[in-house]
């Protein structure tokens, strides 16, 4: 099982500061990587697949890169409604799994 | 509008059983892989369960492999999850969600719906 770890756990930022969001893969998955947002009572939303690509209607502040074990979320200029939990999730290999996220709160 | 509905969750016993159900609209949903994703009360996402179009390939996580089977009706747009003999554990939110059309393999979850609770408990 390829496990995803998140770093950090929490990032306190303040609105129209830039974020940045790792997820560390224990083997390559290539670039089959995903990165989710999820706000509270609600279902996450797909914000980039396979690394680097924005999903429909995603705003172009929110950046991926990244390949092989090592990957970042950038949001730049953070807007009030960008707070929320972040997770990243491979699909190279069976089980698909998820990062454990990260929590980006307001300073 | 693309959607997707789930429903039958509740309150269930410890080795009992219940059935999930989600509904499909808006998109062509013989043409998906189909999936469940689970999330504990405060805790993070879990993939459960992924079904392809043609429900030729079926996929489990450990944690519910011969507990749990994931069926679709293509005919009906409708993805399903029987839970037989869950546990304390298993007790989460569920979701189903779309998997992205890919070349290879299953794509990401671009679509989901809102979440059914389930609670294990005597």
């Known amino acids: 099982e390829i496990v995803l770890t998140q770093s950090p756990a929490t990032l306190s930022l303040s609105p129209g500061e830039s974020a940045t969001l790792s997820c560390r893969a224990s083997?390559?998955?290539?670039?089959?990587l995903a990165w989710y947002q999820q706000k509270p009572g609600q279902a996450p939303r797909l914000l980039i697949y396979?690394?680097?690509n924005r999903a429909t209607g995603i705003p172009a502040r929110f950046s991926g890169s990244g390949s092989g074990t090592d990957f970042t979320l950038t949001i730049s200029s953070l807007e009030p409604e960008d707070f929320a939990v972040y997770y990243c999730?491979?699909?190279?290999?069976?089980?698909?799994?998820f990062g454990q996220g990260t929590r980006l709160e307001i300073k | 509008e693309v959607q997707l509905v789930e429903s039958g969750g509740g309150l269930v016993k410890p080795g009992g059983s219940l059935r999930l159900s989600c509904a499909a609209s808006g998109f062509t949903f013989s043409s998906y892989t189909m999936n469940w994703v689970r999330q504990a009360p405060g805790k993070g996402l879990e993939w459960v369960s992924s079904?392809?179009?043609?429900?030729?390939?079926?996929f489990y996580a450990d944690s519910v492999k011969g507990r749990f089977t994931i069926s679709r009706d293509n005919a009906k747009n409708s993805l399903s999850l029987q839970m037989n003999s869950p546990r304390a554990e298993d007790t989460a939110v569920y979701y189903c969600?779309?998997?992205?059309?890919?070349?290879?393999?299953?794509?990401?979850?671009?679509?989901w719906g809102q979440g059914t609770m389930v609670t294990v408990s005597s």
């Open positions: 083997q390559s998955v290539s670039s089959y």
């Open positions: 999730q491979q699909r190279a290999n069976w089980p698909i799994t």
């Open positions: 079904i392809t179009s043609s429900s030729d390939y079926i």
């Open positions: 969600a779309r998997a992205r059309i890919e070349s290879l393999g299953t794509g990401a979850f671009d679509i």
């Open positions: 396979d690394a680097s």
